[in-house]
Structure formats: C-alpha cells, structure tokens
C-alpha cells in the first residue's frame, strides 16, 4: 500500500474514527486503525466489537493495499506533522509502515497481516428511513442524560426507538426521570418496531452531523447510520425496553408557564447550598402565581427563593434532586417552560412552552413524615 494523502483531511478522518476505541482492549489489534487503499480512496475503520465507525477521504493511490496501524500514535503524528500532504507507505510484509512528510520520515510498526475483526451481517430484513442530519445533536442533548450510568439494568444505558408510520419516537430513563421526543419521517409507511440502540452512537452521530441527509437502516442486530462520508454501525442492545408510556401522566393537578433562565438561576442558587446536604434535595412550594425554590444544610444555611409562574392548581410542594431538574431544563431550546405536577409523590412535566414533541418526566423524592 502507498498513498499520498492531504494532512488535514487525514488528521480529521483519524481523529473522527479513533474516537469509538476504548482505552482498554481484550484484542490488542482493537487499539489499530484499519486503512484500505483503493481506487482514489482510503477507508478508516476502527471498533470495540459492539460500534463500528468508518469515514472515507480522498487520496492518490500509488499502489492499493491494506494495514492495521497504532490509532493513538498515528493521529498523534498526523495532527502534528506541519507540512500539507504526506505519504504513508507499507512494507511488503505489512509489519512497518513508512510515513513522509518533506524531507522528514517516521517509521510505524503495525500489526503485520492481522485485521479488525469482522463486524456482523444483518440479520433478517431491513427498514431504510432518511432523516435531517442536523436533529442528532438535538436528540442528544435531549436524552443522553437521562440514561442509566450503572450496569444495575444494562438495557437503561441504551436509548429506546421505536419507528411508527411517518416518525421516531425516542425515549431514554434510569428510572428516576424520562425524556421522550420524537422525529417526522413523512415518507415511511412500513411496520412498526422498537428496539434499543448504545449511547456511543448517538453521541457520535451528534457530532458528525455535516450532510442534509442521513440514512437509516435497521434489521434484527443491527443499526447503520450513513453521513456523507462516515458510516457508524451497531449492535443493538439485548433486553426489553421498559413500558415507559406507564409513568407518562395523564391528568395534572397544576401546570403553568416559567420562565427558564429565572426557574434554573434559582435551582442552580439553591443548589449551592442542597449539595451540602446528605440529601441533595430542593423543596419547590406552588401557590398560585409563584413558585418558591428553597433549600437548607445543617452547617451551612438555607436558601430561599420565589420565581413568578403563570400557573392554576392546587397548592402544593414536592422535593426534587435539583441536578435532575437543571439537566431538564438545560435541554430546552426556549425561553419558557410548561411545568405540570400530576400530584404529591407523583411525576412532574417539564417541556418547551410552544413545542409537544420532547417532554421530560421526573420523579419528586420521598418527603419524609
């Protein structure tokens, strides 16, 4: 294999790709980067057997080949090399690999003729949707953080999709809080399925969003995601996805509109002192009109305040983990929030005053008697 490829482009396409390797590997060739030379092409693959990603640029190929390559100390050497373009190329028996760049050269040893491991078939038939590239950074913000980060229920660290005629309906919990959003895909028509997609490729889809377009294919195993260039594909998660529609509530007992910047200043200031407290709670008390945020810590103080809100119902107050609620909040696009409470010890809405589609449910804690 012998290429001459542009710094910039490769720099990118490695940096983009090595991104899906873990720190540690059951495989040392896992830690590699595969590079396939083809055409006017080169192909950059790298796993941790459960998502692929791959990217592919445009280059001048002297002689097709193929090799497994250090990832970490070859995106290192090519974020740094100063000139525009480089060579790279491979020794016949596929152990070094010989990087130029002006007058200067370094020498990296791969992993001789070993491969990446190959990814999985899909399985059973598959259900192709297009969707803007530009709503994953919006579904990320919306449900990364309100998946489990414990291994207490392994399908929670997953995000639930379920493709209905003409949308996608997303939905992420740990099973203290839920946000729920979905997607139009006008054009689809097909069945219904749901299944349970990692987190690792949603993050990375949010990131990469750089073409109108993207496409979606899912069969019985797999999700593939194509972005112009890059290509993210993974295993589905195993397991059932919870009934989340159950907490979902049907019926409130206050809602009102509030204002986000002036209802998160608050909870952020509140806070401040409930993170001193083993309990790490807030107290909201709604009257009618107003909505008091107060907070206290032996040792440290008490906070108390009040924040106008446009609301009708019945008095009453709640205890909240206030982190929970600032991850809500900071999820919202606008300015002012519908806040919904079903009742004492029962879920509260949270969600964008003039938009339906992305709702966040959270639980109140236990108020101790």
């Not at 896992?30 to 006017?40: D, I, K, T």
């Not at 003409?166 to 740990?174: E, I, N, Q, S």
């Not at 203290?176 to 993050?203: F, N």
């Not at 709670?281 to 009618?288: G, K, N, P, T």
């Amino acid at each position: 294999m012998h290429v001459y490829a542009t710094q910039e482009h490769l720099a990118k396409a490695l940096a983009t790709v090595s991104r899906v390797i873990m720190p540690q590997n059951s495989m040392a060739v896992l830690a590699g980067v595969q590079m396939e030379a083809r055409g006017q092409q080169l192909t950059l693959t790298a796993t941790d057997l459960f998502t692929l990603l791959q990217m592919t640029i445009d280059v001048e190929v002297e002689e097709p080949g193929s090799t497994v390559l250090p990832a970490n100390l070859l995106t290192e050497l090519v974020h740094r090399i100063p000139t525009a373009t480089l060579s790279l190329e491979l020794e016949p028996d596929g152990s070094k690999a010989l990087v130029k760049y002006g007058r200067n050269r370094a020498t990296l040893y791969g992993y001789g003729v070993e491969r990446l491991p190959d990814f999985p078939n899909p399985e059973g038939s598959q259900i192709h949707l297009n969707v803007g590239s530009s709503v994953f950074p919006r579904l990320a913000r919306q449900l990364l953080f309100a998946c489990a980060k414990d291994d207490t229920r392994p399908i929670l660290k997953g995000v639930s999709l379920k493709v209905e005629p003409g949308r996608l309906v997303f939905a992420a919990t740990d099973g203290s809080r839920l946000s729920h959003t979905w997607v139009p895909v006008p054009d689809y028509r097909g069945e219904a399925i749901q299944c349970v997609i990692p987190t690792k490729m949603l993050a990375e889809a949010a990131r990469l969003g750089a073409v109108d377009t993207a496409d979606i294919a899912i069969s019985a195993n797999l999700i593939r995601l194509n972005l112009g260039s890059v290509t993210i594909i993974s295993r589905l998660l195993d397991g059932q996805y919870p009934d989340y529609q159950r907490v979902i509530p049907q019926e409130y007992v206050v809602q009102g509109r509030i204002r986000v910047p002036d209802f998160r200043g608050a909870i952020e200031r509140a806070n401040l002192i409930a993170s001193k407290d083993r309990s790490s709670a807030i107290r909201l008390r709604h009257s009618i009109g107003q909505l008091d945020i107060s907070a206290s810590a032996a040792e440290y103080g008490q906070t108390f305040e009040s924040v106008e809100f446009d609301s009708h119902g019945q008095e009453m107050e709640l205890l909240f983990n206030p982190t929970f609620l600032l991850d809500a909040l900071r999820s919202l696009d606008s300015d002012e929030a519908m806040l919904e409470f079903s009742g004492i010890q029962s879920p509260l809405r949270i969600r964008e005053a003039e938009n339906h589609q992305y709702s966040h449910i959270v639980l109140p804690l236990r108020q101790l008697v």
